[in-house]
Each structure stands twice: as C-alpha cells, then as structure tokens.
C-alpha cells in the first residue's frame, strides 16, 4: 500500500483531525455518484477504495495507541515506523522519533535517512553523516540522501569551530 497520508494529501505527521478533513475533502471531490461518464466512473471508484483505505489506515497510525495483536506484539511494518518517526520529528521531539525508529527491525536506506534526520535535530553530526552515508549505500543513485550526508559533514565541521562551539554552550544555558 502507498503512504496513506500521500494519498490523502498529508504530511506524515497530520493528526485525526486533519486526516478527516481532508478525506471528506477528497470523497466531495471524486465520489462515483458526481460522475455520469461510466468509464471515469470506474476509475473514480478505484480511487474511492484506495482513499477509504489510506483513510482507515492514517486514522489508524495517528491514533495515540497502537492496536495490538493477541500476542501482545505490535502488528507495525517497517514504513509505519518511519512514518511515525517523521510524525515525531516534525512535531520536535527526536527523542521520540528515535525510540520509534529502533523498534524496527529491518533498516532500509528510508530508515537510515530518518535516522540521519533524527540525529541532526539532535546535533549529532557524525552519527548523522554515518546514518546517511549507510542510506547512500544502500541506495546509491538517490540524490536526496547524498545531500543529507553533505549536510551533516559540514554541520560536523561547523561544530568543530570556536563559532560551533559556543552556539553548542548557548544551546545548554537557554535549555536550562
């Protein structure tokens, strides 16, 4: 299944709220009945079942608690991981964000560009640069995480300079 929040429109981070606006949104839009020509009626019916399902599945992962299996064990794929990664980063909270992404098992060059992400936002910058550089790796011709390995050396850089460092101390004292 594609990202249900793409197909309905989203960035990965939208809430419950936001989820059903744009659903009831999209169905006024495409809806079977609002078509007469029987040939664009079929393809707005496919797309009917495919935003019906991105619909059930985003209010699903935006929900505060995750549905278990009998097991006791989350039923979560790999993308739902990173996506609730991305939910937590772009809300600003990376601590989240990682604790989402280490509960999955399999890393993918998606995986490690959200991690290299995450990381950033941490300030991070070699930990970040490696997660991009294993992202590159595994997805060699993707140009977006070459740029993130780009970032994160010369933040790494940046951090190292007199300049680097005192923004790193002013950070701690306005935290405080």
């Not at 809806?31 to 664009?40: F, L, R």
Request: charged share 25%; glycine share 6%.
């Amino acid at each position: 299944m594609d990202n249900p929040f793409e197909v309905l429109g989203l960035q990965g981070w939208a809430d419950q709220d936001e989820i059903r606006s744009a659903y009831r949104m999209l169905v006024k839009r495409y809806h079977p009945d609002m078509i007469q020509d029987p040939a664009m009626k079929k393809e707005a019916q496919a797309r009917m079942v495919a935003l019906n399902l991105a619909y059930e599945e985003a209010l699903r992962l935006a929900a505060p608690g995750q549905k278990k299996h009998p097991s006791g064990m989350e039923e979560i794929n790999p993308a739902t991981y990173i996506l609730l990664a991305e939910r937590a980063l772009a809300r600003g909270n990376p601590e989240m964000a990682l604790h989402h992404l280490t509960k999955c098992d399999q890393r993918t060059g998606d995986w490690y560009y959200v991690q290299g992400r995450v990381l950033m936002a941490m300030d991070q910058y070699e930990s970040a640069h490696q997660s991009f550089r294993e992202a590159v790796r595994l997805c060699p011709e993707n140009n977006v995480y070459r740029s993130g390995a780009l970032a994160a050396a010369v933040a790494h850089r940046k951090a190292g300079t007199l300049q680097g460092r005192v923004r790193k101390a002013w950070k701690k004292i306005i935290k405080k």
